[in-house]
């Protein structure tokens, strides 16, 4: 979405990207999700780990679907949505850590040399 933004705006096509959290719907739950058997031996453990964690949530989910549609329809209707809505506490925990990281990594980078701009006194 973020690519497809930019070739679509200048026609007043409008796009968000949402990534949402947990919410309280059935998707869970065995009839809406097709879980993943474990084919391969080195990932079986963590594969069935994953989807007992899943499963464990399920009934427990910290979002409110009625919220979230509401908070979409409110996006739709804005003559300049964001790029990006990130919707639910949880979802917004996760993504501030991967900004957090992101920083991080970027920090390290460039205390290593990776801002690797034009620079008259470096030579090839």
């Known amino acids: 979405m973020e690519a497809l933004h930019h070739d679509i705006k200048p026609y007043g096509i409008r796009t968000t990207v949402v990534e949402p959290g947990y919410f309280r719907t059935e998707l869970l739950v065995d009839a809406s999700t097709t879980w993943p058997e474990p084919t391969i031996d080195d ?6 780990a994953t989807v007992e964690a899943r499963k464990s949530i399920n009934e427990q989910q910290p979002g409110d679907p009625a919220r979230l549609a509401h908070a979409l329809l409110t996006l739709a209707d804005r003559e300049q949505p964001p790029l990006r809505f990130v919707a639910g506490a949880d979802a917004v925990e996760g993504v501030s850590a991967k900004a957090r990281e992101l920083l991080a990594q970027a920090e390290a980078s460039r205390e290593l040399g990776g801002d690797l701009g034009h620079d008259d006194t470096v030579s090839a």
């Open 43 to 48: 990932y079986a453990e963590r594969t069935t």
